[in-house]
Antibody
Framework: EVQLVQSGAEVKKPGESLKISCKGS????????IAWVRQMPGKGLEWMGI????????RYSPSFQGQVTISADKSISTAYLQWGGLKASDTAVYYC?????????WGQGTLVTVSS | EIVLTQSPGTLSLSPGERATLSCRAS???????LAWYQQKPGQAPRLLIY???SRATGIPDRFSGSGSGTDFTLTISRLEPEDFAVYYC???????????FGQGTKLDIK
């Protein structure tokens, strides 16, 4: 069974750094891309970027280029999304999803709350 | 950049009725690269339809997708209580990478 399991909810202050994770199982992790998707409170879905977990080739949505960093460690079947300095506007649920043309399997989401 | 516009924003229907959700693209989209997702409150989205008309694994046959060019439709033939959710269309492609979502249609119980 394909599963993507994300790290737990985070509460951070503005300016702090953060790295959240997404661990895949039940399939050959390093032969698929992983996507990250943001959902701000009460809003729709926005794709942020994708990473090929086999060689860490990364592509960003223009809206998120320079705002976040996507990485992966294929040895532990895990992809990451990180921020160097969080803002209140980064408060959202972040999903990882397996890219198979479309997004065919999704993680459960990680709620990130940024508040002073 | 292709923009996807979904209509209506909210659709109020009763169980047993037929639902028709629309997704319009600002320019022509290959039907091979059009998907629909369902999202229930507090849950991750779930892939329903890919390639405009192919059902994903485990999706009941009351869900169907159709369309081409700039106009695509998701139809739920006979609504079940568990179908009341938000539905998103998405166009996707790899060169350059683009995975744009529509703004969503909320299907709620009348």
């Amino acid at each position: 069974e394909v599963q993507l399991v994300q790290s737990g909810a985070e509460v951070k202050k503005p300016g702090e750094s953060l790295k959240i994770s997404c661990k895949g199982s039940g399939y050959s992790f390093s032969t698929y891309w992983i996507a990250w998707v943001r959902q701000m409170p009460g809003k729709g879905l926005e794709w942020m970027g994708i990473i090929y977990t086999g060689d860490s080739d990364t592509r960003y949505s223009p809206s998120f280029q320079g705002q976040v960093t996507i990485s992966a460690d294929k040895s532990i079947s895990t992809a990451y999304l990180q921020w160097g300095g969080l803002k209140a506007s980064d408060t959202a649920v972040y999903y990882c999803a397996r890219l198979n043309g479309n997004f065919d399997y999704w993680g459960q989401g990680t709620l990130v709350t940024v508040s002073s | 950049e292709i923009v996807l516009t979904q209509s209506p924003g909210t659709l109020s229907l009763s169980p047993g009725e037929r639902a028709t959700l629309s997704c319009r693209a600002s320019q022509s989209v290959s039907s091979r690269y059009l998907a629909w997702y369902q999202q229930k409150p507090g849950q991750a989205p779930r892939l329903l339809i890919y390639g405009a008309s192919s059902r994903a694994t485990g999706i009941p046959d009351r869900f169907s997708g159709s369309g081409s060019g700039t106009d695509f439709t998701l139809t739920i033939s006979r609504l079940e209580p568990e179908d009341f959710a938000v539905y998103y269309c998405q166009q996707y492609g790899s060169s350059p990478p683009r995975y744009t979502f529509g703004q969503g249609t909320k299907l709620d119980i009348k």
